[in-house]
């Protein structure tokens, strides 16, 4: 592609398409721009031409055909972006598709295969992988100060009734596929992409009105590797941390906006060993095992470019490193077999669950 513009066609004007991939794409003019969009009702064509300046049609086969665009963002409703993004890809165009990409692994590799096929990319918009606090997180855990990691706690709760289309099965509904793709990316990012965990996954309806479930326990494990504990629930009033990370020789927790982690260093702590007998104190009374450790601490403050929310600036990471896919042939971040593996922990998620999700 030349240095000009990448053209964009957005599939869909609600939340996802409107409000997030919109109102980005217009702050970004040197990479891109929305040449058309495509949404089945009139108000919302008619606010898109307003807004983005772009050709407004009734359905995205009508705006492929009418319009050269070098890439399309499918933010359909959940259900269709499978379907719909492998036609795009069999039509030969550059699909970037909204979470979830799919619901089962064979859809993935459909997809994969498509995308190999056409020569054209395949993109996921993951734009959580680029949370600062995720990413601060990272660089604690890669810094070795905790130690091995132990326990990696993922907590996504509030509490909430819903009763909208994404509480239904049928359009890739419930907590798992609405919310779940994006702790469960982060959570593979640290587990490890070369093995699949053991998994096990509790699932309730609780404030839904809809059939999906909006509970989700989630429990990665494998052997040398952290337990990662994934929950999303919607019956949680008292929420707490986001994340809390145990290790031998500290932890880290936090919210989205601010982490603290302590730990001590080896070589400063006392030497011990192991004694079978009971333990006395100087006294000669019985005791406990009591030392003193020097703990040293750390902390982070999200600091974000003024004016630009956390939702924009996950955005803006995700779709520059997509320009540097599309026009310098650079390397994905986020590639669709890191979903597939995500699709596999889903689909055991539904497999345990079948008083929810039946076969």
């Given at each position: 592609m030349t240095s000009t513009p990448i053209r964009v066609g957005i599939i869909g004007q609600g939340?996802?398409?409107r409000d997030i991939h919109g109102k980005l794409l217009v702050q970004l003019p040197e990479q891109y721009r929305i040449a058309a969009i495509a949404d089945s009702l009139p108000d919302r064509q008619a606010r898109a031409r307003e807004e983005f300046g772009c050709n407004p049609y009734a359905t995205w086969e009508e705006m492929i055909e009418r319009e050269p665009?070098?890439?399309i963002v499918n933010a359909s409703p959940s259900h269709l972006h499978f379907p719909i993004t492998l036609e795009l890809l069999n039509r030969g165009f550059?699909?970037?598709?909204e979470k979830p990409l799919a619901k089962s692994p064979e859809e993935v590799d459909e997809l994969i295969a498509a995308s190999k096929r056409s020569g054209k990319l395949l993109a996921v918009f993951q734009q959580s992988r680029y949370h600062p606090a995720f990413q601060q997180i990272r660089k604690v855990i890669d810094s070795g100060v905790l130690g091995r990691i132990v326990q990696i706690d993922f907590s996504l709760n509030g509490f909430a009734r819903r009763w909208d289309w994404?509480?239904?099965q049928s359009n890739n509904?419930?907590?798992?596929?609405n919310t779940g793709p994006h702790p469960v990316d982060q959570a593979l990012q640290l587990f490890g992409t070369d093995a699949m965990p053991q998994i096990t996954c509790i699932m309730d309806r609780a404030n839904t009105f809809g059939d999906a479930e909006d509970y989700v326990k989630l429990l990665m494990r494998g052997q040398g590797r952290p337990t990662i504990d994934i929950e999303i629930s919607s019956c949680c009033a008292y929420p707490q941390d986001s994340f809390n990370i145990q290790g031998t020789n500290g932890g880290l927790h936090g919210t989205a906006d601010r982490l603290e982690w302590k730990y001590f260093k080896p070589e400063e702590a006392p030497p011990q060993q192991l004694i079978?007998?009971?333990l006395i104190s100087a006294s000669g009374l019985p005791a406990y095992c009591s030392e003193t450790l020097t703990w040293h601490e750390g902390d982070w403050t999200m600091s974000l470019p003024e004016g630009q929310s956390l939702f924009g600036y996950m955005t803006e990471r995700l779709y520059l490193m997509l320009h540097g896919a599309l026009t310098a042939g650079a390397e994905l971040e986020i590639t669709p077999e890191q979903v597939r593996q995500q699709m596999r922990v889903m689909e055991e998620c539904r497999r345990q669950n079948p008083h929810i999700y039946s076969a």
């Open positions: 939340r996802s398409g665009l070098d890439l550059n699909v970037l598709c994404q509480t239904l509904g419930g907590n798992l596929m079978r007998e009971p």
